[in-house]
């Protein structure tokens, strides 16, 4: 049944995910005269990066996590008056499975609500704005499937949502600049994070020192984490990796070991440290289901994940059809704003103004320099025994999988998939897709899931029947 | 590229049907190599859903050539390794109204005179082999020889059994020929001498038949498959509505389906699958979905609360009669093709291996080949 109103003309525009690049691109647009639904899957606005926390919990700023709370903050006040004003239909806690064509336009399904409130709405538009940021990147090791091993970027989510800690005693691990981050918001909320450990060089970033001086801005991010490390006496081990966790009912002690360039354990020199919980995170993974169920073309990046192709003013390669933020390459909060804000400009059909073009190629370089810099290499599957865990959902081991690609001649993550069953659960191998497909030997493949969350198979019987 | 031997036959395709004529030519004693451009079963195989079944087959060279391998997969399921899946777990066949299940019991009867087992149920027997069955049905029939494999652990297990030289990520560019016919295949990666080529290419054998200068005109045909969440194991055979069976039969290009609803071991159920013929296009057909859900939900209510995980499409290889092209080529000495198996390639791959072994070795095929023969579609069929 769609919740939009269905005898009125379709509105200009669809974005789906109100994280930052939704958000600015949905009241950019409204400001610019569109009409706009924005859909999204979670209870508010804010995406990944903001986040509300839950009411009661007293926390009365959130912005002490924030880098650039107020950026959102206008933004969301923006959507408010916009909604009031009838220029922008919010859609709080709808996923959309599938994006196809209708005619000129384009028809969004979508569950809606959640329990006994769960329903099926159809949407229309004339664009669509893909605006579906990542998701995290998991390498695994022996021990990551222990209770208190969580993900890095989890942990975060966690903190700012619910100030909730993962334990007390908390090793972060694995590569990217989110790391850092982490590292500070769990000391600043009580933690002891007894190391950070960081499977590459910060020295690599060296090489790209003409991004790093272009982005000032991010350098001091990346100082102001740095300091607020050093302040609480956190250790930072980089080229080192935890290539186990141990521990029987939950995670008691972590062995770390350093690494060389491309990642593989040095012999002789792990060693033990004891914590409690371990926040582990290898970067993040762009989220394009619904952009390749379509046929948008793909690029790969700096960081060994797939993005979308888009051009200057955030097209992807299928006419009508839009995309900004991580969708188009991992690059942060700020770069997200930015090309939400392009993205609405060229769909209203204005020039995108230069400066806002400047920031985002500026932004765009320094992020392909960081990616670069932590892209897993190839000696990683060495943490990995015979019988880790890779794929948690169908529980399949990387025996299996190495099985199945040395003797049964997989040579792709689909084909082990077929073989194995991994990536077959209910995260449709956004958990353990990477790992599978370095596992067959082959490079990143593009996100096939023709739905993008599972759907009641009612949805799917009541859907209107197609001529008749 | 391996020369170790003089190879007798290369195998294009590391499919199900491939790979099964790698396993009986090896068997009958020659010199096998696979190439195939991807992984093994990268193609249509991996989109199969392992339905081994006689009950939609009407009397006929395709039923016949079905209960040729219904045995031989019986026979296989004792040797390969359990990863196949290879489960007896009978269809069930049921009619909406006395008219169609009148229509039935006549399919029944030519189906038996063919050797197959069909016992007719009354509505209370449907109830007991599937309490889980909407209320509605006035009877249908029990096929007890309808089974079931995984088809890429088969494709798989069939290939490494073989024992064949296997050479994945290699395209064939080119089939090689002299002036006694066939003399190997070129790929990207260089050549592979042999005085046999089967062209076991699915969906994709057009293309290898033009390669050779020959024109065998198959065609794909899409079908998409539901997978639910995994479930407590309440259906318990393959089960379809009676009109499945024109579908299969119909050379219709607009999307046909009738849900076969079955229960696999790892939890999940598969509902499968529509039937269009619209090229080799990707995008996702929304009323694919709804057609298949609203069958499914029909015939079992209880999956109406299920959540569908995923759902895949596949593009089956078909030939205008509904046939496969199994044999050798006439207008090329070496070259025999086993493609266009359409919606039956899993559950046919071995009796296909066994005509083949047949034809390279000069054996007496177990059943006769003739309505299979690829040239049948020539302007003059010369052979
Ligand atoms: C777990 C996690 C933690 C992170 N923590 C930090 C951090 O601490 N500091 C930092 O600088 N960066 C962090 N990041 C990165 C940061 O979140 C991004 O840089 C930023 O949010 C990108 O904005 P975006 O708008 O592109 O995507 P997102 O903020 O990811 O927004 C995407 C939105 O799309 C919605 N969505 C996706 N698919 C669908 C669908 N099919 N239907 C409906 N809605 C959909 C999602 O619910 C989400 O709200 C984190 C990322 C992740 C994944
Ligand atoms: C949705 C769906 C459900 C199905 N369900 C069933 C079922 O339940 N039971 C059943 O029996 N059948 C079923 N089928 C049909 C079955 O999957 C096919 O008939 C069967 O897989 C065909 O096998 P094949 O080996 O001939 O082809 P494929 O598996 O397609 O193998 C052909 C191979 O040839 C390779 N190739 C092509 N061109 C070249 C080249 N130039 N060089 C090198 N290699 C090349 C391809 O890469 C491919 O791997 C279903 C099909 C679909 C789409």
């Known amino acids: ?468 | 590229m391996s020369k170790r031997h003089p190879l007798d036959v290369v195998i294009i395709g590391a499919g199900v049907v491939g790979a099964a004529i790698a396993y009986y030519a090896a068997r009958a004693g020659l010199s096998v190599a696979v190439v195939d451009r991807g992984p093994v079963a990268g193609g249509t195989t991996g989109a199969g859903e392992g339905n081994l079944l006689v009950s939609d087959k009407e009397a006929g060279p395709e039923l016949d050539l079905a209960l040729l391998s219904a045995g031989l997969w019986r026979e296989l399921a004792a040797v390969l390794p359990h990863e196949i899946e290879y489960e007896a777990k009978g269809g069930l066949v049921v009619a909406p109204d006395e008219a169609s299940l009148g229509a039935l019991r006549d399919f029944a009867e030519g189906q038996r005179a063919a050797g197959v087992e069909a016992v007719e149920a009354g509505a209370d027997q449907l109830r007991e082999l599937e309490p889980h069955l909407a209320p509605g049905p006035v009877g249908g029939f029990l096929y007890p020889q309808d089974a079931q494999v995984q088809p890429a652990q088969a494709a798989a297990r069939l290939l490494a059994a073989s024992g064949a030289s296997v050479h994945l990520g290699e395209e064939v560019t080119g089939i090689l020929t002299g002036p006694g016919g066939v003399r190997g295949v070129r790929t990207r990666g260089g050549e592979l001498l042999a005085p046999a080529v089967v062209n076991a290419a699915g969906t994709w054998g057009g293309r290898i038949a033009e390669l050779a200068g020959v024109s065998l005109p198959v065609l794909p045909r899409r079908g998409f498959v539901l997978v639910t969440e995994p479930l407590p194991r309440v259906v318990r055979h393959k089960v379809y509505a009676a009109d499945y069976i024109a579908d299969v039969a119909s050379g219709s290009a607009a999307l046909q389906s009738s849900a076969v609803v079955e229960g696999t071991p790892a939890g999940p159920v598969l509902i499968g699958a529509t039937r269009e013929r619209v090229g080799f296009d990707r995008s996702l057909s929304v009323e694919a979905l709804r057609r298949l859900a609203a069958q499914a939900a029909a015939l079992f209510p209880f999956l109406a609360d299920a959540r569908v995980l995923r759902t895949y499409h596949g593009f089956r290889p078909y030939l205008p009669d509904h046939l496969p092209a199994i044999g050798p080529d006439p207008r090329l000495p070496g070259l025999l093709h086993a493609c266009g198996h359409e919606g039956a390639g899993i559950g046919l791959a071995p009796a296909t291996g066994v005509l083949i072994a047949a034809a390279l070795t000069g054996a007496r095929p177990p059943l006769s080949a003739d309505p299979f023969r690829p040239a049948r579609f020539a302007a003059d069929p010369a052979g």
């Open chain 1, 1 to 468: 049944m769609p919740s939009s109103a269905s005898d009125t003309a379709p509105p200009d525009l669809a974005i789906v995910g109100a994280g930052p690049a939704g958000l600015a691109a949905a009241v950019t647009a409204a400001g610019l005269g569109l009409r706009v639904t924005l859909v999204d899957a979670g209870e508010r606005p804010g995406g990944q990066y903001y986040r509300h926390p839950a009411p009661g919990l007293g926390a009365e700023r959130p912005e002490a996590l924030h880098h650039g709370w107020s950026a959102f903050a206008e933004r969301e006040a923006a959507l408010r008056a916009h909604e009031e004003a009838g220029r922008i239909t919010y859609l709080p806690a709808h996923h959309v499975w599938a994006v196809v064509p209708d005619g000129d336009a384009w028809t969004l399904h979508a569950v809606a609500g959640t329990g006994p409130d769960e329903a099926a709405a159809a949407l229309h538009a004339r664009a669509v704005l893909l605006a579906t940021g990542s998701y995290e990147r998991q390498l695994p090791f022996p021990g990551w499937t222990l209770p208190a091993v969580v993900g890095a970027g989890g942990a975060q989510a966690m903190l700012k949502s619910g100030l909730v800690l993962p334990g007390k005693r908390v090793v972060v691990a694995g590569s990217g600049p989110l790391l850092l981050a982490v590292a500070g918001s769990l000391a600043a909320a009580g933690a002891r994070v007894p190391a950070v450990v960081e499977a590459a060089a910060y020295s690599a970033y060296a090489g790209h020192l003409p991004a790093l001086l272009r982005n000032p801005g991010k350098l001091g991010e990346a100082a102001t984490y740095g300091s607020a490390l050093l302040r609480r006496h956190i250790r930072l081990l980089t080229r080192h990796a935890v290539t186990e966790a141990h521990g029987t009912d939950r995670v008691e002690a972590v062995t770390v070991a350093r690494l060389d360039r491309d990642w593989r354990p040095l012999p002789g020199t792990a060693r033990r440290i004891p914590c409690d919980a371990l926040a582990v995170g290898h970067g993040l993974v762009p989220q394009l289901e619904l952009a390749t169920g379509l046929g948008c073309a793909t690029r790969p990046t700096a960081d060994g994940t797939l993005a979308l192709a888009l051009d200057a003013e955030q097209r992807t390669s299928v006419a009508g059809i839009w995309s900004a933020g991580e969708t188009g390459g991992i690059g942060g909060a700020q770069l997200a704003l930015l090309e939400g804000e392009i993205a609405a400009h060229a769909i209203a059909g204005r020039t995108v103004p230069a400066a806002l073009a400047r920031r985002r190629a500026r932004l765009r370089a320094f992020a392909a320099a960081m990616g670069a810099a932590h892209r897993p290499g190839d000696g990683w599957t060495g943490w990995l025994r015979d019988d880790t865990d890779v794929c948690r959902c169908e529980e399949v081991t990387a025996g299996r999988i190495r099985e199945a690609v040395d003797e049964l001649g997989a040579r792709d993550a689909r084909t082990v998939k077929l073989l194995t069953r991994s990536g077959m659960g209910w995260c449709q191998g956004r958990m353990c897709g990477p790992a599978v497909a370095a596992l067959a030997g082959d490079g990143p493949a593009p996100d096939r899931r023709p739905l993008s969350c599972p759907v009641p198979l009612r949805h799917l019987a009541q859907l209107p029947p197609a001529d008749g």
